[in-house]
């Protein structure tokens, strides 16, 4: 893919639309108390994210980092979207639960990069929930008011290979920066020369 197919995006234009949204989850949700962080890239998004979510004198939002991998199934095992995704790192919830708390009840937002085919965030929805409803059934809780909301820098306008079940998101909401036309995303933190990077992202309106 040569370089005008894609879309560049800079690093302030990722901070001003981490700033927006998070004015739009204090205004809607209100101040998440946990942040998943898919990663690799939801991990520069969610640092900046918290920076805006963190009202003066308040405590820092914790940050927990997931890592989920996709790749296109070969025909053994595929679930009903066709592509199978992998848990390289999850939720240490013993661990959560000794430092931070459990997550049962919580107002909690997953953050990554771009929502492309939308697998990536069918899996963590499901299966946070999934792993939450498990840990409070195991500690006789009702997970009933745990709230799931979903922040992408980008969504890409496209066919969706999944979509999210507001029930299990409690009334939380689903949040994009900004939606673009379905074109690769070059990101500033995958760039390897950030000063031509940033020269492209500028000409095409994104910084
Ligand atoms: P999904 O198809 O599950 O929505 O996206 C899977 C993952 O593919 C994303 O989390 C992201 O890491 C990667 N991805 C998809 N589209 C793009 C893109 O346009 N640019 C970059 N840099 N990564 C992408």
């Known amino acids: 893919m040569s370089s005008d197919d894609k879309l560049y995006i800079s690093y302030n234009c990722v901070h001003k639309l ?3 949204a998070a004015t739009e989850i204090l205004s809607t949700i209100g101040k998440p ?6 990663g690799g890239g939801g991990f520069i998004p969610s640092r900046i994210i918290r920076t805006f979510l963190r009202q003066t004198g308040e405590k820092n939002i914790p940050i927990q980092a997931i890592g989920l991998s996709l790749y296109e199934d070969l025909g053994m095992g595929a679930d009903a979207i066709g592509k199978e995704v ?3 790192q999850w939720l240490d919830f013993g661990a959560l639960a000794q430092h931070f708390d459990s997550l049962i009840g919580k107002n909690i937002l997953i ?3 771009v929502d492309d085919t939308r697998t990536t965030l069918h899996y963590a929805l499901t299966e946070l929930y ?3 409803q498990e840990n409070a059934e195991k500690l ?7 709230k799931f909301s979903i922040f992408v820098v980008n969504n890409k306008l496209k066919p969706k290979r999944a979509e999210l079940n507001k029930d299990l998101m409690n009334g939380g909401i ?11 995303i070059a990101y500033p ?6 000063d031509t990077h940033t020269e492209l992202a500028i000409k095409q309106g994104n910084n």
């Open 33 to 38: 108390d946990v942040i998943v962080a898919i």
């Open 140 to 146: 006789g809780k009702d997970m009933g008011n745990t």
């Open 130 to 132: 999934q792993d939450i």
């Open 189 to 194: 933190w995958e760039s390897s020369d950030i």
């Open 174 to 184: 689903y949040l994009s920066g900004e939606d673009v036309e379905d074109r690769w």
């Open 86 to 88: 992998i848990r390289t």
């Open 18 to 20: 981490c700033q927006k």
């Open 111 to 113: 953050v990554d990069e």
